[in-house]
């Protein structure tokens, strides 16, 4: 069964620069089958039944220097995402949690957010903005603040390039 690590705040400005030469060789060294990524944002494609997230956060922070949220899903998930009627929208966008939400996130985000969207599985948001993701307040470190967890998002073509890779 394939898995992707999704790495949270990679490569997106001028820190945290991440090569996914050594990204790749890093999680070979974890033990990690056939792996393989995916673009500069930290998408790490690996074969594995078994997977650690801490040995993953720990093996980034002291490879790296600094801390990386890792959240992992199956291909098995990513399907059910990519066959859910809002994922077929325009300008959606993934935010994969950390953890399972609460009813009473679920109630908050229902309270907050007015674009179309759906918690899938307690740990899946997606969401299909009215804005570009650039002018919306719905990104991820809305979705983070208010959850009050981890949360990395990748738009509609990357989660359906993940899902060819695997």
């Known amino acids: 069964m394939s898995f992707v690590a999704l790495l949270r705040g990679i490569n997106l400005g001028a820190k ?9 060789a890093l999680f070979k060294d974890m033990g990690y089958e056939n792996v393989r990524t995916y673009i500069q944002t930290g998408n790490v494609i690996f074969d594995d039944e078994t997977y650690d997230v801490q040995q993953m956060e720990n093996s980034l922070r002291d490879t790296y220097g600094f801390d990386i949220p890792v959240v992992v899903r199956s291909n098995e998930e990513l399907e059910e995402i990519q066959q859910h009627p809002i994922f077929l929208k325009d300008q959606v966008y993934v935010m994969f949690l950390a953890q399972e939400i609460t009813d009473e996130q679920q109630d908050l985000l229902d309270s907050l ?3 179309d969207f759906v918690v899938l599985n307690k740990r899946n948001l997606i969401i299909s903005l ?3 993701y650039h002018q919306t307040k719905f990104t991820n470190t809305f979705f ?3 959850l009050g967890m981890v949360s990395t998002a990748r738009n509609q073509n990357t989660v359906n390039k993940i899902i060819e890779k695997m």
């Open 16 to 24: 945290n620069k991440v090569d996914m030469k050594s990204l790749k």
């Open 113 to 115: 957010v007015d674009d």
């Open 130 to 132: 009215s804005k570009n």
């Open 144 to 146: 983070e603040k208010k």
